[in-house]
Antibody, heavy 120, light 111 residues
Framework: EVRLLESGGGLVQPGGSLRLSCAASGFDFSYYAMNWVRQAPGKGLEWVSAIGTYSTNTYYADSVKGRFTISRDNSKNTLYLQMSSLGAEDAAVYYC?????????????WGQGTLVTVSS | QSVLTQPPSASGTPGQRVTISCSGSSSSIGSNTVNWYQQLPGTAPKLLIYGNNQRASGVPDRFSGSKSGTSASLAISGLQSEDEADYYCAAWDDSLNGRYVFGTGTKVTVL
């Protein structure tokens, strides 16, 4: 069974930084692209970033480009999202999600999410 | 920054058919396949339809998807109370170096 467990969320001050992690199990992590998707409270889904199997390709939403960095450690079966210069608009539940082999989408399955709160 | 437009809400009585539209552009839906996600209250989204019209594993056949040009639609026939959820279309967008875009979302209410 595929399992994705996000961690690292919490309260951060405006302008601060945070690193999210996603521990993957139940599949050969190194063979699959991965995504981060977020959802602000009461709002819709927003794709954040995607990374290819050996980190050769990365993609970012315009809203986070230059502030967020996606990375992965295939030896640890872990996906990361380094976030900096955080603002109120970044407050959301962040989901880690798997892509099929050879593509970045469709996204399935999803983790349960980790909540990021930006407040002073 | 959603570039796929959906109606904010849809509703029907049990057993009715409900259709949700999703409007995109030539660089998104016009060039790529469409996926649909279902988000039940308080839970993470799950894949419902992929490749325009393929049901994901375990999805009942009352859910169906279609695509034409730069638009797509999701139909739920034989609406059931457990179908009350938020539904999102999504597609890869080839503009701006590539990105995945979600629709604005549609809340389906079973009356």
């Amino acid at each position: 069974e595929v399992r994705l467990l996000e961690s690292g969320g919490g309260l951060v001050q405006p302008g601060g930084s945070l690193r999210l992690s996603c521990a993957a199990s139940g599949f050969d992590f190194s063979y699959y692209a991965m995504n981060w998707v977020r959802q602000a409270p009461g709002k819709g889904l927003e794709w954040v970033s995607a990374i290819g199997t050996y980190s050769t390709n990365t993609y970012y939403a315009d809203s986070v480009k230059g502030r967020f960095t996606i990375s992965r450690d295939n030896s640890k079966n872990t996906l990361y999202l380094q976030m900096s210069s955080l603002g109120a608009e970044d407050a959301a539940v962040y989901y880690c999600a798997k892509a099929p082999s050879g593509s970045f989408e469709p996204i399935d399955p999803w983790g349960q999410g980790t909540l990021v709160t930006v407040s002073s | 920054q959603s570039v796929l437009t959906q109606p904010p809400s849809a509703s029907g009585t049990p057993g009715q058919r409900v259709t949700i539209s999703c409007s995109g552009s030539s660089s998104s839906i016009g060039s790529n396949t469409v996926n649909w996600y279902q988000q039940l209250p308080g839970t993470a989204p799950k894949l419902l339809i992929y490749g325009n019209n393929q049901r994901a594993s375990g999805v009942p056949d009352r859910f169906s998807g279609s695509k034409s040009g730069t638009s797509a639609s999701l139909a739920i026939s034989g609406l059931q109370s457990e179908d009350e959820a938020d539904y999102y279309c999504a597609a890869w967008d080839d503009s701006l170096n590539g990105r995945y875009v979600f629709g604005t979302g549609t809340k389906v209410t079973v009356l």
